[in-house]
């Protein structure tokens, strides 16, 4: 090729293409910015750009100071944007992207309904159909040319200190609501792929609002397999900056949640099945300060919450091949959790399980297992309602817990369970003030195994525990909290309960042979206790409105415990013993040894009581013996043996300075009406003013008619009377004027009265006609010292000189007369007594009384 070919052919067109390119690479940044502002002027805005260049080898585009506005603000604006794309690997179809950055950027965004206002530009406008592109059929050399995929690369890219700005609007009726979307950072390395195999790392750091959220991955993946190592970190999440995303009550709650996870993922397809994995997971969250509304009634707040899973992994094919497992750490500050009016307080709550593993397998469910399970809590407090406490403690807490759950089988061991200064039942702000239903100092449960057929516990020991019982007039208990007093039953006394019906009995023998002869009858859920203590000082307060005067007592328990309670073996047999007092010198001791699950009531027992006041319990036991208690003192030894139902046993009564009646009562021996026996029971008593009664007890719990207060009580009461009664029958023989003497109620009671003394109408004189009885009274009252004698003057109409009761009441002449009549008489009576010598302070008169009913008599009404 010669010179001057060479300069037509090659050299000039070089300069003329170099020129156009030199041109177009000129003027394009202005062409570029003269179509944009056009563009940007027709959306009623304005476009600034400080800096716009556009490189074609290699090919580059960077921006600087970039902005759009209105009226307004500014709508968008832009730091610096650089994007450069490497030629050379384009030959080998790889487009590598050798630069790539965003910072500065800040977008207004604003949804108006359903339009969307993206820099102050309406995306409306780009939704709009686009018209169909009729299909080109390749030919087979097209198909081969792109059948070989193009490669991209993306060594680096980042975004930074970016800003979006939303807001959005439902309608015009509701308020504006803002945010504020912040990329601080937003990284891509090492991104490579080609059709939809991609690698590569990302990395985030933003905040939404307050919220801030850190992200970080590598990644690999494929239609065959994705993996990917995911690190979230210094994430905080302030309920306040997304509340307004939550429906309602939620949206009205506050707290901060605090974030840090890390795991491997791995998706692998067997066969046309996916497979999951999670691997590595470690998941660190705290929620501060938290005050949430659940609904209407629920609600959840804690200063501090902190849950920990480490070394966690999961593996999931299906709901019936599944695997997962962690170790998991719970730890919680002043949580409190209220459901209407019950809520609940925790100071301080710790929950340790050192591995939970979840594993389906088969078609009986997933098998969860966990080891070693911790917990602790501290300063529990639930309540019922503002003024009822269901429980509280100061601490509590178990350790060494295993267990295993699938479907209905369940099996659970426990290496200790302790609750330290525990409350239950307690009614707040009372007045006056009430004590708890139990508080307990300690409560120590060691060595308990169980699953869905029974529970072995090896030890149970409570310290230093009270249990109070307040009754009410309807004897409810009052500080029983869990139930109102409107639905609660008053206790059945031994009169009102009624005795097994014969049917019930037939039914229960015929259930139990029943269960014995079929082989797939399986016992109920069975405990078996090894050892129950009662330590240090604990009691029973008893105080019962229900009677007059109340009872208020307090039995100190000093012994009381429980051994080799079985109720899976029938021959096992069990044992309790019980040391208690009643103050300084009343004593409580029972020993007993029973066979629980025995097909029949058997056991061996003995009951010893020392010196037991009885007038408290008066109420009580009158129920059973028909009289009051007015003084005594009980020693009580019974001896009972139980074998299969058959009763057998002793009581040895004795009795100190026992009066039936009360000492009001006591002076009372001849009043008309039921007769208490405090004057009859004296037979009884030996020369140191004791009875001393041995009383056999035998008898037949299979028996429809048995009945406990039967068997117990029964006996001594008829042993008081059938003696007491023989006694009063005898006494009052030689004043068979003055007192008449009857047995009724088949023989349990004795009708006593008095009989008056009567008059000759219109006389208020004694007379011979009532020479015998006036000469028993005055023996009877010499005979009984302590009698007092109240003589009641008593007129009728014929004192008034007439035949029949009048029709209207009495003028006040002849009532006044009438009264002065029966006074007389009174007066009479007295002085006749005092001159037997009868001291004048025992006999006293009460007020006069006039009877108008038509078989009225006049006398005088007497009363011991």
């Known amino acids: 090729m010669t010179r001057q070919h060479f300069r037509h052919f090659v050299f000039l067109p070089f300069v003329v293409i170099a020129g156009l390119i030199t041109l177009i690479w000129l003027i394009t940044p202005f062409v570029a910015k003269h179509y944009l502002s056009a563009y940007i002027e027709e959306q009623g805005q304005e476009l600034s750009i400080d800096h716009l260049s556009i490189n074609f080898f290699p090919p580059k585009m960077e921006l600087e100071e970039v902005a759009i506005h209105n009226q307004n603000q500014d709508t968008l604006t832009l730091k610096h944007a650089v994007f450069e794309v490497s030629i050379f690997p384009l030959f080998t179809r790889t487009v590598t992207i050798s630069k790539a950055s965003i910072d500065g950027l800040n977008i207004v965004v604003d949804q108006r309904q359903n339009d969307w206002i993206i820099a102050g530009i309406n995306t409306a406008q780009f939704l709009s159909e686009e018209p169909q592109i009729e299909k080109q059929e390749t030919t087979s050399e097209e198909v081969v040319e792109s059948s070989e995929p193009w ?185 409190q959790f209220t459901q209407g009016e019950t809520q609940a307080s925790i100071g301080n709550t710790q929950l340790s399980i050192d591995i939970l593993e979840v594993v389906a397998e088969n078609d009986l469910g997933p098998k969860i297992t966990g080891t070693n399970v911790t917990f602790s809590s501290q300063a529990l407090d639930s309540q019922l309602a503002k003024n009822k406490r269901i429980a509280a403690w100061t601490e509590a807490g178990f350790n060494g817990v295993n267990f295993s759950a699938q479907g209905d089988n369940f099996n659970a061991q426990l290496a200790e369970l302790t609750i330290s200064d525990l409350t239950l039942s307690e009614l707040l702000n009372s007045q006056p003030a009430l004590a708890p239903l139990a508080h307990i100092g300690t409560i120590k449960i060691a060595n308990l195994e169980a699953d869905q057929d029974g529970a072995l516990i090896k030890s149970i020991i409570t310290d230093s525990m009270t249990a109070s019982l307040f009754l009410d007039a309807n004897k409810n208990i009052k500080n029983l909290i869990f139930v109102d007093a409107e639905a609660q039953t008053a206790p059945t006394s031994f009169e009102s309960a009624a005795p097994p019906q014969a049917a019930d009995a037939e039914n229960a023998m015929q259930n139990t042979q029943n269960a014995e002869q079929n082989p797939a009858f399986k016992a109920p859920y069975h405990v078996i206790l090894d050892n129950y203590e009662m330590t240090g000082e604990s009691s029973l307060y008893m105080e019962d409105n229900s009677i007059s005067p109340a009872l208020k007592r307090t039995l100190n328990i000093d012994t009381l415990s429980l051994h080799n309670l079985n109720t899976k073996d029938k021959d096992q047999a069990a044992t309790f013993a019980l040391k208690a007092r009643n103050g300084k010198y009343s004593t409580i001791q029972n020993d007993v040894k029973i066979w629980p699950m025995a097909d029949k009531l058997t056991m061996q027992s003995e009951f010893i009581i020392k010196e037991a006041e009885l007038p408290p319990y008066s109420s009580y036991i009158a129920d059973a013996l028909g009289y009051q208690i007015d003084s005594g003192q009980l020693n009580l030894d019974l001896t009972l043996e139980a074998d299969n139902g058959k009763l057998n046993g002793n009581s040895h009564l004795l009795l100190r300075e026992f009066d039936l009646g009360g000492s009001k009562e006591s002076s009372s021996a001849i009043k008309a009406g039921a007769m208490p026996l405090n004057i009859a029971v004296g037979i009884l008593k030996d020369s140191d003013n004791n009875i001393d009664l041995n009383i056999p007890l035998t008898g037949d719990v299979e028996n429809p008619e048995f009945g406990w207060q039967n068997f117990l009580m029964v006996p001594i009461r008829n042993a008081l009377f059938q003696a007491s009664s023989s006694y009063l029958m005898q006494t009052f ?70 035949d029949q009761p009048p029709s209207d009441d009495l003028d006040p002449a002849s009532k006044e007369a009438a009264k002065k009549l029966a006074v007389q008489r009174s007066e009479h009576l007295k002085d006749y007594l005092i001159a037997q010598g009868i001291d004048s302070s025992r006999i006293f008169l009460c007020a006069p009384e006039v009877d108008l009913a038509k078989n009225s008599k006049p006398r005088i009404e007497l009363n011991f």
Not at 744 to 765: N, S, Y
Not at 786 to 797: H, I, R
């Open 151 to 335: 490669h991209i690369k993306l060594p680096s890219f980042s975004f930074t200190n970016s800003h979006f700005h939303l807001s959005r609007q439902a309608d015009n009726d509701s308020p504006i609501e803002s945010d504020t979307v912040t990329i601080q950072n937003f990284s891509i390395k090492d991104l490579s792929g080609s059709e939809l195999n991609w690698q590569g790392k990302i990395a985030l750091a933003a905040l939404l609002n307050e919220a801030t959220v850190g992200i970080k991955s590598q990644f690999s993946y494929s239609p065959q397999t994705t993996k990917a190592d995911v690190e979230i970190d210094k994430t905080s999440l302030p309920l306040s900056s997304f509340a307004h995303f939550l429906p309602a009550p939620y949206n009205q709650g506050n707290g901060t949640l605090g974030l840090k996870l890390s795991f491997q993922f791995l998706q692998e397809q067997v066969g046309d099945v996916p497979s999951y994995q999670l691997n590595n997971l470690d998941l660190n969250t705290q929620v501060e300060n938290l005050d949430l509304m659940l609904n209407e009634q629920d609600h959840v707040a804690t200063a501090l919450t902190k849950l920990d899973i480490q070394q966690s992994s999961l593996q999931f094919v299906s709901a019936e091949q599944m695997s997962a497992s962690a170790n998991i750490h719970l730890e919680s500050k002043q949580t």
């Open 733 to 802: 023989v030689p004043y068979a004027n003055v007192i008449s003497v009857a047995k009724f109620a088949g023989e349990q009671l004795l009708k006593i009265r008095v009989e008056p003394l009567l008059f000759i109408a219109e006389d208020a004189h004694l007379n011979t006609s009532q020479d015998n009885f006036l000469e028993q009274l005055s023996a009877l009252m010499k005979d009984k010292e302590e009698s007092k004698l109240k003589a009641c003057g008593v007129s009728s109409f014929l004192d008034l000189g007439i």
